[in-house]
């Protein structure tokens, strides 16, 4: 692949899967193929479904992460990507714009292995303290077919975005 042409955004791959691949597709472990075979892959089908070279490249975002081992982020950058006027971190701003693409605007999940936040005895049951670490970090919840990336694939959020979004994440419980 070029490397001249904008990287892929997995955020937006989720979606563009979830619209057009996983119409034909089964979700399966994303690891049982290479990143090389997924390259492969997606431009031969991405004629078939009429996507664009950038929505290619979101797709393989995507589907590729799951082959990346998780690094640990850092808590603390400087910038807050969304926030109010009042220059406190925007949580609902900030899922709708990185992780509605996967959890959905109910938080039921719109992806096979997508956690459902409205269980009462889903992953919101568990300590803030381990969900920001998954969050911050990444997790693959046992059993799922999909990792969810670090930062959920915005490497701009702060500590004080995530701590937003989990509040709101809260409200759906």
Not at 23 to 40: F, G, K, M, P, V
Request: charged share 20%.
């Amino acid at each position: 692949m070029a490397d001249h042409y904008p990287p892929g955004n997995y955020a937006t791959g989720a979606k563009v899967w979830s619209q057009n691949c996983g119409r034909c597709h089964n979700i399966r472990d994303a690891r049982e193929l290479t990143d090389s075979q997924w390259y492969t892959t997606v431009f031969h089908m991405r004629i078939r479904a009429g996507l664009t070279g950038q929505e290619s490249r979101d797709v393989l975002a995507f589907l590729t992460s799951s082959n990346k081992p998780h690094r640990k982020s850092i808590i603390g950058a400087v910038k807050v990507s969304s926030s109010s006027a009042a220059g406190k971190a925007d949580g609902k701003a900030i899922f709708n714009q990185t992780c509605i693409a996967c959890h959905g605007g109910d938080g039921k999940g719109t992806l096979p292995g997508a956690p459902d936040f409205t269980d009462p005895k889903g992953p919101l049951a568990q300590s803030d303290d381990v969900l920001i670490r998954h969050i911050t970090d990444g997790f693959q919840s046992p059993g799922s077919p999909m990792a969810m990336p670090a930062k959920g694939g915005n490497t701009d959020l702060t500590a004080a975005d995530i701590k937003a979004v989990l509040a709101y994440l809260h409200k759906f419980t």
